[in-house]
């Protein structure tokens, strides 16, 4: 079955720098464009990076410059590196195909 298993959230001071992955199986994910969304309290889920499979990217207003989505699709492997965090950037972090989704990592910017 399709699996995503997220990893390396935290607690982070603001201006501060986190690395997430996230390691997919059960589907081919080379052919698959995949993305990161999160999701803060009391608000919904939004989409915060996408690549698509030939490694075109497209990052929300809110992240452009300051975050970078990258993928090994040998890995089946999908990163997120995140710079300059903001507290506004505090949320659960999910990755996702658009269909199935893993168990996420909490993010928390707070000094």
């Known amino acids: 079955q399709v699996q995503f298993v997220e990893s390396g959230g935290g607690l982070v001071q603001p201006g501060g720098s986190l690395r997430l992955s996230c390691r997919a199986s059960g589907f081919i994910f080379r052919i698959y464009a995949v993305g990161w969304y999160r999701q803060a309290p009391g608000k919904q889920r939004e989409l915060v990076a996408r690549i698509t499979s030939g490694g075109s990217t497209n990052y929300a207003d809110s992240v452009k410059g300051r975050f970078a989505i990258s993928r090994d699709n040998a890995k089946a492997t999908l990163w997120l590196q995140m710079n300059s965090l903001k507290p506004e950037d505090t949320a659960v972090y999910y990755c996702?195909?658009?269909?199935?989704w893993g168990q996420g990592t909490q993010v928390t910017v707070s000094s």
């Open positions: 996702s195909e658009g269909s199935y």
